[in-house]
C-alpha cells in the first residue's frame, strides 16, 4: 500500500485574508495548520530545458501525499526530516493528482523553498 511509503510527517498551513480594506490589502489573516500528516518527501530530480538564454537544469523536490489531502497551491508546508541540507519549509507549487486504473492513488506535490 501507498500509505506504507509515507515515512515523513509535514504540517500544511494556510493562511486566508478575512477581508480586504479599500486599498484592496487583505485584513484579518488567519492561519489554518494540520499538523502530522503522513508524507514522502521526494528529492529533487533533474529537468533539461533549452530556453533563449542557452540549456538550463532545473531541479525541484517534491511531497507525495495522502489521496484526499486537502493541499493548494501556495500553502506553506513544514517537513521534519533529519537530512542536513535540506531545506524543511516550503510553498507548495502544483499538485498534481496520481491515478491507479481509474482511483485517486496519492498526491504529488512540487516544492519551493522558503
Known sequence: MISDLFCHKCDLSRTTAGGVDEYGIPTNPTTVTVAGIACRYVRAKSVIKTLESGIHVFR???????????????????????????????????????????????????????
Do not use: C, F, N
Not at 533529519?82 to 491507479?100: L, M, Q
Open 60 to 114: 525541484q523536490p517534491a511531497l507525495l501525499l495522502p489521496a484526499g489531502t486537502d493541499v493548494r497551491e501556495g500553502d506553506t508546508i513544514a517537513i521534519k526530516l533529519t537530512d542536513p541540507g535540506v531545506a524543511s519549509e516550503y510553498h507548495a507549487g502544483p499538485v498534481h493528482p496520481a491515478y491507479d486504473d481509474l482511483t485517486l492513488h496519492h498526491l504529488r506535490v512540487e516544492l519551493e523553498a522558503v
